[in-house]
T-cell receptor, first 114, second 114 residues
Framework: GAGVSQSPSNKVTEKGKDVELRCDPISGHTALYWYRQSLGQGLEFLIYFQGNSAPDKSGLPSDRFSAERTGGSVSTLTIQRTQQEDSAVYLC????????????FGAGSRLTVL | AQSVTQLGSHVSVSEGALVLLRCNYSSSVPPYLFWYVQYPNQGLQLLLKYTTGATLVKGINGFEAEFKKSETSFHLTKPSAHMSDAAEYFCAVSDRAGGFKTIFGAGTRLFVKA
């Protein structure tokens, strides 16, 4: 597609429920990133996929968080047993092989855990 | 591991005044450095980037930044602030040692007073 697409744009869930957030990167982009943006916390790195390499999961805050990328394209971020502190905007970005490592961001998925 | 420190979570300037947003980075190898901007209710977009070569880089909307290796800094400046510059600004670093994972600072919110 022309840009990075994320869905849902807004998600309200109850504490303890599982949620899935989806990211469709720009076609042909080999790298995909997930970040979390909380009020006053900046952009927190979560996970990074690069081609067929093992993902860099060093930013995932707990084992309740996981992500996968199928077929080198679409990615899903899953949060199990959501907690109120998981409330944030989850941003996805992708990067192509050229372009000096510039990221293109999606509009984000705003998660609210009640 | 790479890291980014942005000094000042909030900066307020008068319209027409100099804008200076500070960024210091840590990287074990030559870094790629970026400034991204997030206007109210909009997604993140690239403002400017440094990869190699000239250390003074120019971006959109009259912004520029200078890479100073000796100071490990990449401060963002604009000679004359405009009301439309009010936004949140993020400094970011990426390098080969980190597999080109991009790490962001906590962000600086710029307020412009009339």
């Amino acid at each position: 597609g022309a840009g990075v697409s994320q869905s849902p744009s807004n998600k309200v869930t109850e504490k303890g429920k599982d949620v899935e957030l989806r990211c469709d990167p720009i076609s042909g982009h080999t790298a995909l990133y997930w970040y979390r943006q909380s009020l006053g916390q900046g952009l927190e790195f979560l996970i990074y996929f690069q081609g067929n390499s093992a993902p860099d999961k060093s930013g995932l805050p707990s084992d309740r968080f996981s992500a996968e990328r199928t077929g080198g394209s679409v990615s899903t971020l899953t949060i199990q047993r959501t907690q109120q502190e998981d409330s944030a905007v989850y941003l996805c970005a992708s990067r192509g092989e050229s372009g000096a490592n510039v990221l293109t961001f999606g509009a984000g998925s705003r998660l609210t855990v009640l | 591991a790479q890291s980014v420190t942005q000094l000042g979570s909030h900066v307020s300037v008068s319209e027409g005044a100099l804008v200076l947003l500070r960024c210091n980075y840590s990287s074990s190898v030559p870094p790629y450095l970026f400034w991204y901007v997030q206007y109210p209710n909009q997604g993140l977009q690239l403002l400017l980037k440094y990869t190699t070569g000239a250390t003074l880089v120019k971006g959109i909307n009259g912004f520029e930044a200078e890479f100073k290796k000796s100071e490990t800094s990449f401060h963002l400046t604009k000679p004359s602030a405009h009301m439309s510059d009010a936004a949140e600004y993020f400094c970011a670093v990426s390098d080969r040692a980190g597999g080109f994972k991009t790490i962001f600072g906590a962000g600086t919110r710029l307020f412009v007073k009339a």
